[in-house]
Every structure is written in structure tokens, then in C-alpha cells.
């Protein structure tokens, strides 16, 4: 088996992880591929143009895990000129012909075979998921197992099986070329610019995209899959499955282009890659990747229709979708900023299905992941997002994911739906086809509304931990008032004091008055005057706040009728959007 690491810091440590340094920037990279499928090897020639970020340079680095090195040249016209190199099984450092300027372009060609399953867990990789290409099945004798071969490369892999720039500061566009057996499908990133039979049992795919995006998010994908054909507006969407499983395709992923053109429409900026396509693969990693154009799910969307009325996995479509404007388009500068990509990606579930199924059954959802993430056990010490990890894997947890959303959530309810999303048009389209950190959110939120924001980003995404209040909500006779105290419980020594604008509805002989409050301080009381003591008072009313509360509500006037009015309410509102599972307000009775 391979060794477990497990990663911490050492208490006390004090640990910055910044952004990448940008010393070279690759502008493009060819890829031609050839598999062995006897020895899992891939063989591969890459053209890789490039040119320093900014100072004058005289080399270039790039990551090849375990690769054996056959050729590194300069190309200059049609010819290969042999360059100097070293290299460790880890990094590949060439020396050029000469020092070039950040104005200068040069071609570094590299020949290689990349031999990921001889990769070392502890010594050439963190751990097994880190090999980058995966052959399943690759000599064929596994019974009800196809032979495919995929690639993950997030977060560091794909410098398993091509020379390059690891991490998601760089983008590139790129050309692939795979030569494989004649009946396989292959899939990469783009369109399929060319596919040529040559003429011995095999077959040349050309996949080319021009857009950059970063270089995790390369991808490469073959086997035995039917291709169903969709389309959103003038660009294909399609879906590869094994043919078992194909007739389900537009069952399981039909709503694609729903998604496409809701997203589109709710950013104001249209899907931004040449196509889409989702393909089903064996035994991958996770539960899928947003694989620019070409997004990889597991097996288990492999399935029937019997199947699909129990799951239909609708939450990462839409997930990994909703990454190709957040991830993709534009991608978090370091893993430090991960939930740039991530948080967005959650939340991008909750819009949609607040817009298919209605704001309750979305709140439902949303309330799933406030729950998860309560429960977590690193929830409690670490920042959204972190310079601290002790390794980049740790970022992908439920803080980057479910508390980021949950804050995403938040923040459109402060600032308000038309400002929400006039922002994040004003983010993707500043920031599209590069990279950005927590601060450029926050300038385009402060652009568009013309407020401060610094006290929420300081407070949720640059802080650990969340609110823990205690709410004490009363109606007092003598000064005919509503009272609601509110204080703040948590740990300030690690946790900040929040200031928290909260909504308050006041429920009164079939009426609704809201209040708006704002707590800042550890403990709060707010008064507002009311003839009669109310039916209920309602506090935090829309239910965003992303906190641990404790309620306290005393109505000594309250109706046996009208406490069982009010509990069943509460379940039908929460429950009624729930148009998939088919519930009654019958069942609910």
C-alpha cells in the first residue's frame, strides 16, 4: 500500500504560502501523444512556447515528474538546436541559447516518457491521487471493465505526464495531438480540430483551444464512449457514456443547456469556451472536475432510470458548470484563494436551484451546507481563505466550499440582488482569461455599490470561525415594546466580533412589519414599539446568517392553535419547493 502522509504545521509556526513567482510565461503548448498500453507509459514531444514573465531570462523551469528525458532543443525554423539541461525526476531546467526579454518568444521542444504509475508516493508525489493519468484496465483482462485512460490535474498533476508550469497562475492555449487504437473515443479541451486514420489500427485526434485557461485544467480522455449530441445556442454540448449507459445521457445531463443559458444570462457574460462536453469515466478520483470545456464525472453517473428517480446528482452538474465562469475564466491566482473557485462553484448549486425549484427548496440546500460545515471538524480554526496551510490539498474542505458559499449567500443579501450580481459581472469581465485574488472581489463589489466593504471580507473571508449567538426575543406590557437582545458568544480571543446586519419581522393580527438591525457589539438590545403583543417575532428573518444560534422567544399569550399553525408553516415552507421529491403538504401533516 502507499504511505499516508498527513500534513500540519507545527504549533507556532509561522507559515506564508504566496502566489506563485512568474518567471516564465508559456504562452502555448503542443502536445503529440502516443500511450504504451503494456507498460502504462505515455510518450510523448512537446512544443512549448514561451517567454520570461518580466526580467530578462536565460532558462526555463518546468515541472515533469518522473519522466525519462530524451531530447531538449530550441526549435528555430524547421530546425531542433540541442539545448543544455538538468534535471531530478522533479524539475527540468533548461539552459537557452541566449537571455531573452519579456518581447521575445522562443520554442522549447522536449521529448519524453512519462511513466505515471512508477511514480513514488512520498519521494516523487504526495500520494497515489497525484499521478495525473490513469489507465483503466490498460491490458484488458479486468472482466466488466473497460479500458479507458483519463487525467486529473488539479492540483498539481498534470506535470505527471507533460512538462510544464504547475500551479494556477499560468495560462496557456494549446494543442493536443493523441494517437490511439481506431475504435477508441478521445475527448481534451476545445474542439476537435482534425482526426486522421493512420492507416495501421490507429487514429490521430487534434483537440486545439484558443483561450487560455491554467494549466491544471488540461485534460485528456479515451475509451470506448457514445457521443449525445446537444447544443446550446450555436455551440455543441455533448455527453460521453459508456454505450450501456448512453441511452440516459439527456435523461442525466439534459438540463446542461438550461444551465447554460441561465448562468449566462444571471452573469450577464455568456459561456466563454468554444463547447462544453461532460464524460463519465471508471474509477476517478472525486466526484468530478471542471476541466475547461470538457468536465470529467465519476461512475456513478452511470445510471438507470430506476436509479436517477433516487439521485440525480443535478448539484455537481451544475457545480462543475458554474466553474467554467469562477475557476476557469477566471481562476484564483494561488491555492491560497481557492474558494474564488470553490466557494463560487457551491453557490453556483443554490442559484440553480433556487431558479428551477424555487427559493425554498434552495434554502433547503443552503441549509444542508451551513450544516456541514458546522459540523466540520477544521471548521472552527481555519481562515476562508489561508496563507497557512501546511498543504494544498487541505484547502478543498468544507470551509472553501460549503462556508464559502454560505458567505456568497450572505453577501447578496447585504448588498442586494441587482448589486450581487452586477459585481460578479463586473469581477469576471475586469479579470476573464486571468487570474485573481480576494481583493479584486472585493474592489468590484466596492466599485459597483460605492461602499466600504473591507468589515465583510475582513470578518468572513479573511477570519476564522463564525458567530454564536444567543437571542432573546420578548414583548413587554408595561412599555408596550418588542425587545430583542442578541449577544455574541464566541471566542473573541480567536473569533472577530461581528457586525452583522440582521432583519427582524414582526407578526401581528396577520400582518408582517420587518425591522432592520445592525449588532456590532457583544451584547445588543433593540426595542420596537407594538400595541399588542405580537404572534411571533422573527428574528434574522431571512435566514442567511451563517452562525450557531440559540433562541429564547417567550409568548405566554400564544395559542396552543397558533404554535401548531406556526411549526407547520415553517415545515411547508421549507418543504414545498421540494417538487422533485413529489411532497404533499399532506405528507408534511
Same mark, same amino acid.
Given at each position: ?12 509556526? $509561522?507559515?506564508? *504560502? ?64 540541442? #539545448? ?33 504509475? *512508477? ?162 469515466? *471508471?474509477?476517478? #478520483? ?66 440553480? $436551484? ?142 472577530? #466580533? ?58 405566554? $399569550? ?7 399553525? #406556526? ?23
Amino acid at each position: 500500500m502507499d504511505p499516508v502522509t498527513v500534513s500540519a504545521n507545527r504549533p507556532g509556526s $509561522n507559515i506564508y *504560502r504566496s502566489s506563485y513567482t512568474k518567471l516564465t510565461d508559456i504562452i502555448h503548448t503542443r502536445l503529440d501523444l502516443r500511450f504504451d498500453w503494456d507498460s502504462s507509459f505515455v510518450m510523448g514531444r512537446a512544443y512549448i512556447q514561451a517567454k520570461p514573465w518580466f526580467y530578462p531570462s536565460d532558462s526555463l523551469i518546468l515541472s515533469a515528474k518522473g519522466f525519462r528525458i530524451e531530447q531538449v532543443a530550441l526549435v528555430q525554423k524547421d530546425e531542433l538546436i540541442p #539545448l543544455k539541461y538538468t534535471y531530478d525526476r522533479k524539475k527540468l531546467k533548461v539552459r537557452l541559447d541566449k537571455t531573452y526579454t519579456r518581447d521575445q518568444k522562443y520554442t522549447v521542444y522536449v521529448q519524453y516518457v512519462a511513466m505515471p504509475n *512508477r511514480l513514488k508516493v512520498g519521494e516523487d508525489i504526495g500520494s497515489s491521487g497525484d499521478r495525473g493519468f490513469y489507465f483503466i484496465n490498460p491490458d484488458g483482462k479486468e472482466k466488466d471493465m473497460p479500458r479507458q485512460f483519463w487525467t486529473q490535474g488539479e492540483t498539481e498533476c498534470n506535470s505527471a505526464w507533460f512538462p510544464t508550469i504547475d500551479g494556477p497562475q499560468e495560462k496557456m492555449t494549446q494543442e493536443i495531438s493523441m494517437t490511439v487504437p481506431a475504435g477508441m473515443v478521445t475527448l481534451s479541451n476545445g474542439i476537435l480540430d482534425f482526426s486522421s486514420d493512420n492507416g495501421d489500427g490507429t487514429r490521430t485526434d487534434t483537440w486545439r483551444q484558443e483561450k487560455p485557461h491554467s494549466t491544471y485544467l488540461t485534460m485528456i480522455a479515451g475509451g470506448d464512449f457514445k457521443i449525445v449530441k446537444d447544443k446550446w445556442r450555436d455551440k455543441e454540448v455533448s455527453y460521453y457514456m459508456e454505450p450501456e449507459f448512453a441511452p440516459n445521457a439527456r435523461l442525466i445531463f439534459g438540463k446542461t443547456p438550461q444551465m447554460m443559458e441561465f448562468f449566462s444570462s444571471l452573469t450577464g457574460v455568456d459561456y466563454p469556451w468554444e463547447k462544453y462536453s461532460q464524460i463519465v469515466v *471508471r474509477n476517478f #478520483l472525486g466526484g468530478a472536475m471542471e476541466n475547461t470545456t470538457a468536465t470529467v464525472f465519476f461512475d456513478r453517473m452511470n445510471m438507470t432510470k430506476e436509479q436517477y428517480l433516487d439521485e440525480t446528482y443535478e448539484d455537481i452538474i451544475s457545480h462543475e458548470l458554474f466553474h467554467h465562469w469562477f475557476g476557469d475564466l477566471v481562476t484564483a491566482e494561488s491555492w491560497a484563494n481557492l474558494p474564488l473557485n470553490e466557494s463560487f462553484a457551491t453557490y453556483g448549486e443554490y442559484l440553480w $436551484n433556487e431558479h428551477k425549484y424555487g427559493r425554498d427548496y434552495a434554502d433547503l440546500f443552503g441549509w444542508k451546507d451551513l450544516q456541514a460545515y458546522l459540523s466540520s471538524a477544521k471548521g472552527r480554526d481555519a481562515n476562508v481563505i489561508r496563507y497557512d496551510y501546511a498543504d494544498r490539498e487541505q484547502m478543498f474542505d468544507a470551509v472553501s466550499y460549503q462556508k464559502g458559499g454560505r458567505i456568497l449567500h450572505m453577501l447578496r443579501n447585504v448588498v442586494g440582488d441587482e448589486a450581487f450580481f452586477k459585481s460578479l459581472h463586473l469581477y469576471l469581465t475586469r479579470n476573464a482569461y486571468k487570474t485573481a485574488e480576494i481583493g479584486d472581489l472585493r474592489r468590484a463589489f466596492e466599485e459597483v455599490t460605492g461602499e466600504d466593504l473591507n468589515w465583510f471580507f475582513n470578518q468572513w473571508f479573511l477570519a476564522a470561525g463564525h458567530p454564536v449567538l444567543k437571542i432573546d426575543s420578548r414583548y413587554d406590557q408595561t412599555s408596550r415594546q418588542v425587545i430583542v437582545s442578541i449577544a455574541q458568544q464566541q471566542d473573541l480571543s480567536k473569533i472577530p #466580533l461581528y457586525r452583522l446586519p440582521i432583519a427582524v419581522d414582526i407578526y401581528q393580527g396577520g400582518k408582517v412589519e420587518r425591522k432592520k438591525i445592525i449588532v456590532s457589539r457583544q451584547e445588543q438590545s433593540f426595542s420596537f414599539p407594538a400595541g399588542a403583543e405580537p404572534d411571533l417575532i422573527n428574528v434574522d428573518a431571512d435566514k442567511y446568517l451563517l452562525a450557531e444560534k440559540r433562541s429564547q422567544s417567550r409568548y405566554p $399569550n400564544m395559542s396552543f392553535n397558533t404554535r401548531i399553525h #406556526l411549526c407547520i408553516w415553517t415545515v411547508w415552507r421549507h418543504c414545498r419547493g421540494c417538487s422533485r421529491r413529489r411532497l404533499t403538504r399532506q405528507h408534511m401533516v
